[in-house]
C-alpha cells in the first residue's frame, strides 16, 4: 500500500514509514533535508498527477498531432525494418533496467553483447577496435577529430570536412573542438564526391583531419576514397570515414582504402525511426588503443579459468583520469548497441548484403522513375547511389515539399531547387504514390 | 611493511630512483611507488633521442585503478629505453629496481643531482 | 539471502560467442551486385543463426544479466530506481517515430512533448529556459560549459578557469577540459562541503565557472550555498549544478532558487528512465533567463494559437546532438514525470531520503559525513571495499559504488533510492553487514554465486583482447 498521494513506486505503508523514521530517530521525513530556510522551496511545481491511464490517453493523442506521412528521409537518421525479436529480447529487463557494468561478474551477459557488438564493428570496418557507443555519427566525427588533435605528432589544427556536410553534424563537431583550438574548413565536392584535387591543394602539414562518408550525404558513393586515404597519409593528417552498419555491410571496406578512424551511424540498424535518437559508431587503429574514447569491453579470464568479460582500460575514461580523460562521455548508448547487434545477428550476412545491395538498386530505380517526369531531373549527381539521392526541380523545392506533404509524403528540400528522397523497405510500398505526387506538383 | 630502498641510488619525492655513478644513469620507480599503484598494466614512456627535463613529467605508469605520471629527476637526453616494459609491465612490480628499470639518460649537467634525496631521507619520506 | 545466478558453461567459457555459434563468409564480389567490384568489399564473416538460436543466445545473457528488476541496485551518485513499465509503451507510440527533419506543421505531436517535457524541467529545477538535446549527463555539463563560455564571450570576458570540488564526478573534471579550461580543483572542508575561505581564495576575473553538485557526493547539502553563489557571482562566474544528486531535492529545494545559474537533469536517473546497461540516458540543461540565447538551437515554443514551433536561440552555441537528442528517453522521463505530479515527485525525493537514513542506520559500518540526504559514504575501514562489494553480489543484491570519493577511506557510496521497502532494506543491510564482517579469505576470493567468479582485471588490460576476431590471434 502506498499513501494515497505519494509515489506509486515508492512502496511505503504508513506504518511502515513511521517506524522507519522512529529507527532514523527523527519525527518526519521534513526532518531528515538539511536544507537552510532560505533557499528551500515551499511553492508548488503545478504538475497534476495522472494515472497510466490517462497520460497513455493524453500522449496517443498528442503523438496523433503529428501529419501521417510516409517519410522518404534520410540525411543522417534512417529507416529500416527492425525485426520484432530486437524489440522482444531488448526488453527483457535484465538488459534494459542494467546499469554500466562496473561488476563484470554479476553483468557477464550484457559485456558478452556488447563485446560481440564491437566484433562486429570490427568486421564491418575491417579495424581492429570498436569501441561500444558513442552517442550518435556527430558526436563520434567530434571524438574522432579530438583523437586525431592527441595523436598527431605535429602542430595541425585543421579538420576538412565536405561541403555537404549537415549543417547540425558540422555544428556539433566546431562545439566539440573549439576547446582544443582546432578549426573545421570544409572542401568541395566534385559532382557530389570529394573533389580529390581541390582536396590535396587544401591539405597542408596543418591539417590533422581529413573526413569523408561514404555514402555522402547526398546519397552518392565515393569512387576514390584510397586517394583520399593517401592525400592524409601525405601529411600525416588522418583519414576519418563515416559510414553506416548497412553500407559497411556492401562498400569498400575502410580499413582497405586507409581508414584511420571509422564513425558514423549504427542506428540504422536496431533502432526504428526515433526523431534522431541515435548510435555512433567509433573504431579505429591498434596504435591508438589508449586514445579510444568511451567504454571498452575486453576478455580476461575468471578465478575459475573461464572465460569472462569485462570493461577494460578504464584508466582513459573521465572517472579515473578526470581532466586528462579522453572524453568525458560517461553515461552511453549501450542498450541500442544491444539492438544493433540483435539486429545485425538476425539479418546475417547474407541478409545484410542484401539488404545494402537493395539500398544500391531501388534507390536508382525510383531515381530513373523520378527523372522521367516532367519537371524533374534525377539524380543530379551522376553517380552510385545508396538509399538516397537528390532531384532538381524546376519548380521551388520548397513549394514541392509542402505540396507532397498534403498528399502524405515527406521528402527533404535541400536547396532551392533541390528535393532529396530516400528510399528503404519501410517506404517501398509507396513509391507509386510518391511519383504520382512529385508528378502533380511538378 | 617494509620497502627496499637501495643505498647506491638517489631518489625523487614524487617516487623516481635514478643512478648516480654512470655517465648515462638508470630511472625507474620505487618499491614503495609500485606497491602504491598495485598491478602495472600500462607503462609509456619517451623515445631514444628525446629530451627530458628535470621535475617534469616524462611519462605514465597505469594500474587498473590509477594513473601517475613520471617524473624526471634530472635533465638529459634518454638514450635507452626498457622496451621489454611494453610487453611485460609487470617488471615494474616484480623488480622496480632491476629488470624494471625505465630509462637511461645522459644527464646534461653536472649539478644534475642537486636537490634529490639520500636514500636515508627517502626512507624517511616513505617511513 | 542467497543469491545464485543463471551460469551456462561450456568447456572454459560460459555462453559461447555468437561466432562461435555460426560463422558465414558471403562473397560480396561474385553476389549480384549492382555496384561495380572496386566500390564494393570482397567479403563479409558474420554469425548467420536462425531466429531461435538468438532468442536463445541473448535470453541466456539477460540471465546472465543482473538489473533494478532483479532487485536492489544502490550504487550511489547512479539513482537506479524502478523504471516504470507504462513508460515503455508510451514511447513505442508509432505515432512519435517520426523522422527528425519533418516540418514543425507536421510534427505537432512531438513538439508538444518536447515543450511539455522542457515546461516540467524549468519548474523543477526552478530556471527559465530549458534544452533537451544533450544525450546524457556528461553532454549536458559539456552543453552547460558551452554556454557559460558563449555567454563570458558575448560580454567580452574572456575567462580560462572552471572550479571543481575534489569530491566532485570525474566528467565535471574532463568536461571543463574538453571545453578548454583550465580545471582549479577545491578542497572540501573538515564536514565535506566547500571550504568557503578556499573558494574565496580561488575565485578571480578568470573564473568562468563553479560546477557543483548539492547535495555533494557524499549526500552533504551545501548549508553556504548563498554565500558560494554570491562569491562566485562576485568574481563575475557562473554557477553550474551537477544534477546527478537531484533526486535528494525535488519538491523541497530548486537550484534556481540557490543562485545556481545552469544546472543539468539527469533523467535517467532522477526520472527513471532505464539505463539500458549503460545508457542511452539525457542531460537537459536549464538556465536562468540571462543565459537562455546562448542555448542548443532549435528550441521548442508554444505559439498564441497552441501550436508548437522551433527556433533559434539569439546567440545559440548551436548544436550537441546530430538531432534532437535522445528522443525515446526524453518521452519516457515526460510520463514519469507526469506520473507522480508535485506530491509524486516530493514523496520520491522524501522516500530517498528516507530509506538512505535507515539503511545507514542498519549498517555495522562508519559513515563518517552527515546528515546526509539520498545517498551516504560508509567506510569499510581497514577492509577493502572492493572486497566487500565483490562479497555482496553472493547475497542477492548489487552492491554500491565503491572507493569514491576518495575523501572517505575504503567508500561505500549507497543510494537505495525510494523504491525499497523496508523489508529490503534489511536484506540489503545483512548482505553489507555479513559480506563486511566475513573472513579476509572470503572476501577476497568472491563472489562465488554469480556467472562468473572474480575476474582477472589486470591480464585485461595488459593484454588487451577487444573482439572475437582478437581471440584467435
Not at chain 2, 6 to 34: C, K, M, N
Not at chain 3, 6 to 35: C, F, I, M, Q
Not at chain 3, 151 to 174: C, K, L, M, Q, W
Not at chain 3, 290 to 305: A, H, K, Q, Y
Request: hydrophobic share 40%; charged share 25%; proline share 5%.
Amino acid at each position: 500500500m502506498t499513501q494515497p498521494d505519494g509515489s506509486p513506486f515508492a512502496p511505503h505503508a504508513a506504518a511502515e514509514t513511521a517506524a522507519m523514521l522512529e529507527a532514523v530517530g527523527v519525527e518526519s521525513e521534513a526532518d531528515l533535508f538539511d536544507i537552510p530556510d532560505d533557499v528551500a522551496f515551499d511553492g508548488e511545481f503545478g504538475i497534476e498527477p495522472r494515472s497510466e491511464q490517462e497520460i497513455r490517453g493524453e500522449l496517443r493523442r498528442l503523438f496523433a498531432r503529428n501529419n501521417d506521412l510516409t517519410e522518404f528521409m534520410g540525411r543522417g537518421h534512417y529507416s529500416h525494418y527492425v525485426p520484432s525479436i530486437v524489440d522482444h529480447l531488448s526488453d527483457r529487463a535484465e538488459f534494459l533496467t542494467s546499469y554500466t557494468q562496473y561488476q563484470p561478474e554479476i553483468t557477464q551477459g550484457f559485456l558478452q553483447a556488447l563485446f560481440e557488438y564491437q566484433s562486429m564493428l570490427v568486421e564491418l570496418t575491417g579495424l581492429p577496435i570498436a569501441n561500444c557507443s558513442m552517442y550518435d555519427g556527430a558526436t563520434a566525427l567530434a571524438e574522432a577529430a579530438l583523437l586525431a588533435d592527441r595523436v598527431r605528432q605535429t602542430s595541425g589544427h585543421r579538420i576538412l570536412v565536405p561541403e555537404y556536410l549537415r549543417d547540425g553534424k558540422r555544428s556539433v563537431l566546431e562545439n566539440y573542438v573549439d576547446g582544443a583550438g582546432l578549426v573545421v574548413e570544409s572542401y568541395p565536392m566534385d559532382d557530389g564526391n570529394v573533389d580529390r584535387e581541390a582536396l590535396a591543394e587544401l591539405t597542408d602539414e596543418e591539417t590533422a583531419m581529413i573526413y569523408a562518408e561514404n555514402p555522402t550525404v547526398r546519397g552518392t558513393i565515393e569512387e576514390g576514397l584510397s586517394e583520399v586515404g593517401e592525400i592524409a597519409a601525405d601529411t600525416e593528417a588522418l583519414f576519418c570515414l563515416g559510414s553506416d552498419l548497412v553500407a559497411l555491410s556492401l562498400l569498400e571496406a575502410p580499413a582497405s582504402v586507409g581508414a584511420d578512424v571509422v564513425v558514423g551511424e549504427a542506428d540504422v540498424l536496431g533502432l526504428p525511426t526515433s526523431y534522431g535518437m541515435g548510435l555512433g559508431i567509433f573504431a579505429t587503429r591498434e596504435s591508438f588503443l589508449r586514445q579510444v574514447p568511451g567504454r571498452l569491453v575486453g576478455v580476461s579470464e575468471d578465478s575459475d579459468d573461464r572465460r569472462a568479460y569485462t570493461l577494460t582500460l578504464q584508466t582513459r575514461e573521465q572517472h579515473i583520469r578526470k581532466e586528462r580523460a579522453t572524453s568525458n562521455i560517461c553515461t552511453n548508448q549501450a542498450w541500442v548497441a544491444l539492438r544493433a547487434a540483435m539486429h545485425i545477428a538476425s539479418l546475417g550476412p547474407d541478409g545484410l548484403v542484401d539488404l545494402a545491395e537493395d539500398c544500391v538498386r531501388d534507390a536508382a530505380a525510383l531515381a530513373d522513375r523520378v527523372d522521367d517526369l516532367a519537371g524533374y531531373q534525377a539524380p543530379v549527381h551522376d553517380r552510385h547511389h545508396f538509399r538516397e539521392f537528390v532531384v532538381r526541380s524546376d519548380q521551388p523545392a520548397e513549394g514541392i515539399a509542402t505540396a507532397l506533404e498534403a498528399e502524405g509524403f515527406a521528402v527533404h528540400a535541400v536547396d532551392d531547387h533541390l528535393l532529396q528522397v530516400c528510399l528503404t523497405e519501410t517506404n517501398a510500398h509507396a513509391t507509386d504514390g510518391l511519383v504520382a505526387a512529385l508528378q502533380e506538383a511538378a | 611493511m617494509s620497502f627496499d630502498v637501495p643505498d647506491d641510488l638517489t631518489y625523487l619525492e614524487s617516487h623516481e630512483w635514478t643512478t648516480t655513478d654512470d655517465p648515462t644513469v638508470r630511472i625507474g620507480i620505487t618499491d614503495f611507488a609500485q606497491d602504491e599503484l598495485g598491478d602495472v598494466v600500462f607503462v609509456e614512456l619517451p623515445a631514444v633521442g628525446d629530451e627530458i627535463e628535470a621535475g617534469s613529467a616524462f611519462g605514465v605508469v597505469e594500474s587498473i585503478k590509477a594513473v601517475s605520471d613520471l617524473y624526471a629527476p634530472i635533465s638529459g637526453e634518454v638514450t635507452a629505453v626498457n622496451e621489454e616494459l611494453f610487453d611485460q609491465p609487470e617488471l615494474v612490480n616484480d623488480d622496480p629496481f632491476g629488470d624494471g628499470w625505465m630509462l637511461e639518460v645522459a644527464p646534461s649537467d653536472e649539478a644534475a643531482f642537486d636537490g634529490l634525496l639520500s636514500p636515508d631521507e627517502y626512507r624517511d619520506q616513505i617511513a | 539471502m542467497i543469491y545464485d545466478q543463471a551460469r551456462y558453461t561450456e568447456g572454459n567459457k560460459h555462453e559461447p560467442l555468437l561466432s562461435e555459434k555460426d560463422d558465414t563468409t558471403v562473397a560480396v564480389d561474385e553476389t549480384d551486385s549492382p555496384l561495380p567490384d572496386e566500390l564494393t568489399r570482397d567479403e563479409l564473416t558474420l554469425p548467420g543463426l536462425s531466429e531461435p538460436e538468438i532468442a536463445r543466445h541473448y535470453t541466456r545473457l539477460s540471465q546472465m544479466n543482473w538489473s533494478i528488476d532483479s532487485g536492489p541496485y544502490p550504487l550511489g551518485s547512479c539513482t537506479m530506481k524502478y523504471n516504470p513499465k507504462f513508460t515503455e509503451d508510451v514511447a513505442a507510440d508509432p505515432n512519435a517515430a517520426i523522422h527528425p527533419d519533418r516540418s514543425a506543421s507536421s510534427a505537432q505531436g512531438n513538439l508538444g512533448v518536447l515543450y511539455g517535457l522542457q515546461e516540467y524541467l524549468a519548474t523543477i529545477g526552478g530556471m527559465d529556459a530549458v534544452t533537451l538535446q544533450p544525450p546524457a549527463g556528461a553532454a549536458g555539463e559539456f552543453t552547460g560549459i558551452l554556454v557559460a563560455k558563449a555567454y563570458h564571450d558575448h560580454h567580452g570576458n574572456d575567462r580560462s578557469e572552471v572550479i571543481i570540488p575534489a569530491s566532485a564526478h570525474g566528467t565535471n573534471f574532463a568536461t571543463a577540459a574538453m571545453a578548454g579550461y583550465d580545471v582549479v580543483e577545491l578542497p572540501s572542508d573538515e564536514g565535506g562541503r566547500v571550504d568557503l575561505e578556499a573558494l574565496k581564495a580561488a575565485v578571480s576575473e578568470e573564473t568562468a565557472a563553479l560546477m557543483l553538485t548539492n547535495p555533494n557526493t557524499v549526500g552533504l547539502f551545501e548549508r553556504d550555498i548563498v554565500e558560494i553563489a554570491e562569491t562566485v557571482h562576485e568574481a563575475g562566474g557562473l554557477l553550474y549544478y551537477d544534477g546527478a544528486n537531484l533526486n535528494a531535492l525535488l519538491g523541497r529545494g530548486r537550484p534556481g532558487d540557490m543562485g545556481f545559474d545552469i544546472m543539468h537533469y539527469n533523467v535517467h536517473k532522477t526520472f527513471a528512465t532505464p539505463h539500458g546497461g549503460g545508457g542511452p540516458g539525457a542531460g537537459p540543461v536549464g538556465v536562468v533567463d540571462e543565459l537562455s540565447e546562448f542555448l542548443p538551437s532549435p528550441r521548442v515554443r508554444e505559439t498564441d494559437d497552441g501550436d508548437y514551433e522551433r527556433f533559434d536561440p539569439d546567440h545559440s552555441i548551436g548544436k550537441v546532438h546530430g538531432f534532437a537528442g535522445n528522443w525515446l528517453v526524453l518521452i519516457k522521463a515526460y510520463a514519469y514525470i507526469a506520473r507522480l505530479g508535485d506530491e509524486g515527485l516530493a514523496d520520491a525525493s522524501a522516500k530517498a531520503v528516507l530509506n538512505a537514513n535507515y539503511l545507514a542506520e542498519q549498517l555495522e559500518m562508519d559513515v563518517p559525513y552527515g546528515p546526509f540526504h539520498h545517498e551516504f559514504a560508509a567506510t569499510a575501514g581497514d577492509r577493502d571495499a572492493a572486497d566487500v562489494a565483490k562479497r555482496m553480489l553472493d547475497f542477492g543484491v548489487h552492491p554500491p559504488t565503491t572507493k569514491w570519493p576518495e575523501m572517505v577511506p575504503e567508500a561505500m557510496l549507497t543510494e537505495p533510492t525510494e523504491i525499497e521497502n523496508c523489508r529490503t532494506l534489511d536484506q540489503l543491510a545483512e548482505a553489507f553487514n555479513n559480506a563486511y564482517s566475513d573472513t579476509d579469505e572470503a572476501i577476497e576470493t568472491a563472489p562465488s554465486r554469480t556467472t562468473a567468479s572474480r575476474i582477472d582485471q589486470v591480464s585485461a588490460a595488459r593484454n588487451p583482447r577487444l573482439s572475437w576476431q582478437a581471440l584467435d590471434e
